[in-house]
């Protein structure tokens, strides 16, 4: 699976960005897919995560009732919908792909990675 993330920006504190992730090379119904992220000095991180249905939809503690994940089957494509932007969400995001119907919160149990998308909000 090759996929390409986009969307990401420079932003005030509490707007809003929507990244794009689209995936091809395999059938992307098959892949649990989840959106990751790093900031500078820090580990990778679990933002949220989808399931092959789009019917379990977990999330970071720290992006709860902020960020939606959706998903279409039909287009290959996954989003993240990021909504009141804080200063501490500034960091690349990375969608990810694991084979499966499950999801999961690690990076070591995806397959695929996207190339990531700076996401920088401003104070």
């Known amino acids: 699976v090759q996929l390409q993330a986009s969307g990401g920006g420079l932003v005030q504190a509490g707007g809003s960005l929507r990244l794009s992730c689209s995936a091809s090379g395999r059938t992307f119904s098959g892949y649990s897919m989840g959106w990751f992220r790093q900031a500078p000095g820090k580990e990778r991180e679990f933002v949220a995560a989808i399931s092959v249905s789009g019917g379990s939809t977990p999330y970071a503690d720290s992006v709860k009732d902020r960020f939606t994940i959706s998903r279409d089957n039909a287009k290959n494509t996954v989003a993240l919908q990021m909504n009141s932007l804080k200063p501490e969400d500034t960091a690349v995001y990375y969608c990810?792909?694991?084979?499966?119907?499950?999801?999961?919160?690690?990076?070591?149990?995806?397959?695929?990675w996207g190339q990531g998308t700076q996401v920088t909000v401003s104070s």
């Open positions: 990810a792909a694991r084979h499966g119907s499950s999801w999961a919160r690690t990076p070591g149990e995806h397959d695929y």
